[in-house]
């Protein structure tokens, strides 16, 4: 098996043992997943937007990593709050991996992932609210390509696995 | 990073109790080794065996000796047949390699099983930069090779076969001597190498009586030093050097000899075989003892590779559903229970372990896996904290999946 150290940080360490905002939200009114089980790298967000869009609860749930985990969780804190264009406009994943005193490189795809997921529910918003606000890009931003990239791998790897077993 | 890796050990005060179960990585070296190695560094045969003093006289009748017991704990006939190498992954790229690249009027096929270690498989990867193609033969659910499917990839252009006799991340046991069988019967010239390194010291390994032409064997999976390990070769079987460098006592190997570690390597074999019955027996035990209690005690867990006598006895690799390997391996650190995971997390790809993929586990099946040997040393009590902390460590992971990750 190849593996790489992971000398995680005190903070992602901290937000594996005590997640913040964990756990399904009952009264979300959108919900958003990014990765793929296959990927073993998975993130669910829950969020209650209000009628100022503003982003009065979130939630997540993590199938990953430590670090996804960890990644996972400070970005609900980091967007509870915030009104849905800050929230897009203030998180990248490179803030995000400053938040948890940085992630080894490897691991850089599980703040993407968060990001993408989080950029993904706001599209998602403003699909259900039938207005797309001028703000918003068409185009995807980086983060939510890669994480179409990595599910895209995964339908590839699962794809693969299925032709082996026909043969 | 090391000021993280120290909170990261930080954390890990107070534990009140450690269970080391990650010996497919690495492994304590026993006293007796220790002691045993260390006079070779400062007291005796310290010297460079090729060289005309005693002290690497000394070395040389060490080195020597040390071939010589290692030979027959393998069955070998002669102590020329011993190669000791810095280890298993440069055993069996000597093997590969050497083997391939001394034969190649003979055939450029190379034949492996899909669930050989990554030191055969990306070996075989190199080697088609070299003009040789490589055939990799299906296993089933538990690992056992598709022996019909060998016989169909053997032809005369088959130069080597190269299959585990124990499967290093399941612990099946392969049927070699059938398998190796199937092979000469089809081609008599094929060469066949077996990686015995996670049978030495757990089941009989044993050349003759296997009818191999080259073998590896490694230290650190009998509880010897890391850095050493031997490739058995045939007499009379072509193998090239792979290294170039002074040539020492060992013509395929060169540099100087790491006499403290063939001491030690030596000194791991002799405890291994020494009650070997009553050694196997206790691992057997409690690795028995950790994987039926592991399915007693949790939900939605299957254990991965062969049962009974056909899985190395001290092998548990267990998939446990809706819950994320590398989390659960540094939340059972924290508890003070060290394992490793075939978790596409704890590796450097998004790619889970090849042989739980091989043995048709689904992707999730194979991030949430964890890899667990007992060795000789482990007690009743150690298991014991195993299964108490495990189902609190699980509840906690799989509390933070939710119902996130489940295909």
């Keep these: ?167 | 990073m090391v000021e993280n890796v120290k909170a990261l050990l930080k954390a890990h005060e107070n534990l009140k109790r450690e269970v080391y179960l990650d010996n497919e990585n690495s492994t304590v070296v026993p006293r007796e080794v220790l002691d045993e190695m260390l006079p070779y560094y400062s007291q005796k045969g310290y010297g460079n065996p090729t060289l005309t003093h005693k002290q690497g006289w000394e070395a040389f009748e060490t080195i020597m000796e040390s071939a010589q017991k290692i030979s027959q704990f393998l069955g070998a006939k002669i102590l020329e047949e011993i190669t000791f190498t810095p280890g298993e992954t440069e055993a069996n790229n000597l093997a590969l390699m050497g083997a391939a690249f001394a034969n190649k009027q003979k055939g450029t096929k190379i034949v492996i099983s899909e669930i050989e270690p990554i030191n055969v498989l990306h070996v075989t990867d190199l080697l088609k930069k070299f003009g040789f193609t490589t055939t990799k033969i299906p296993v089933d659910t538990e690992g056992f090779l598709n022996l019909e499917k060998l016989k169909e990839a053997v032809d005369k252009e088959t130069v080597l076969a190269s299959v585990s006799m124990a499967n290093n991340e399941i612990g099946t046991i392969q049927p070699v001597r059938e398998a190796l069988d199937i092979v000469k019967d089809k081609n008599p010239e094929t060469l066949v190498h077996t990686d015995a390194s996670d049978a030495y010291g757990r089941i009989p390994v044993n050349v003759k009586d296997l009818k191999v032409d080259l073998a590896t064997v490694s230290s650190y999976k009998i509880l010897g030093p890391r850095g050493i390990g031997a490739l058995y070769v045939k007499e009379g079987v072509n193998v090239d050097k792979i290294l170039e460098g002074q040539i020492g006592t060992q013509k395929l190997w060169p540099g100087v000899e790491n006499t403290p570690l063939i001491v030690g390597f030596t000194k791991a074999s002799e405890m291994a075989f020494q009650d070997f019955g009553a050694n196997v027996a206790r691992m057997r035990k409690t690795r028995n003892k950790l994987v039926d209690g592991i399915l007693e005690r949790l939900s939605d867990v299957k254990l991965n590779g062969a049962k009974g006598d056909k899985r190395a006895p001290d092998n548990a690799n267990v998939s446990i559903l809706r819950c994320e390997g590398e989390a659960l391996t540094i939340e059972l650190s924290l508890k003070g229970v060290y394992v490793s995971s075939g978790s596409a997390c704890s590796r450097r790809l998004l790619q889970p372990s090849h042989v739980l993929v091989a043995i048709g586990r689904k992707f999730s099946e194979a991030h949430g896996s964890i890899l667990m040997k007992t060795t000789r040393y482990h007690t009743e009590e150690d298991i014991n904290y195993v299964l108490e902390v495990l189902p609190s460590a699980v509840g906690r992971i799989r509390g933070i999946v939710g119902s996130t990750g489940v295909d």
């Design chain 1, 1 to 167: 098996m190849s593996r790489v150290p992971l000398p995680y940080t005190q903070k992602v360490l901290d937000l594996f043992r005590n997640p913040k905002n964990l756990g399904k939200l009952e009264d979300a009114n959108v919900i958003s997943i990014a990765g793929n089980p296959a990927c073993g790298d998975m993130i669910t967000f829950y969020m209650k937007i209000n009628d100022q869009d503003v982003i009065e609860k979130i939630s997540f749930e993590s199938y990953g990593c430590a670090a996804n985990i960890a990644t996972a969780s400070i970005v609900t804190e980091m967007i509870k709050g915030l009104h849905v264009e800050n929230a897009w406009k203030d998180v990248t994943w490179k803030k995000v991996t400053e938040e948890v005193g940085g992630l080894p490189s490897v691991k850089f795809h599980c703040g993407i992932l968060a990001v993408g997921a989080v950029k993904r529910a706001i599209r998602k918003y403003y699909e259900q609210k039938g207005s797309v606000p001028d703000w918003l890009p068409k185009d995807f931003t980086f983060e939510e390509k890669q994480a179409l990239e990595e599910e895209e791998l995964a339908k590839k790897m699962s794809k693969r696995l299925k032709a082996a077993e026909e043969n």
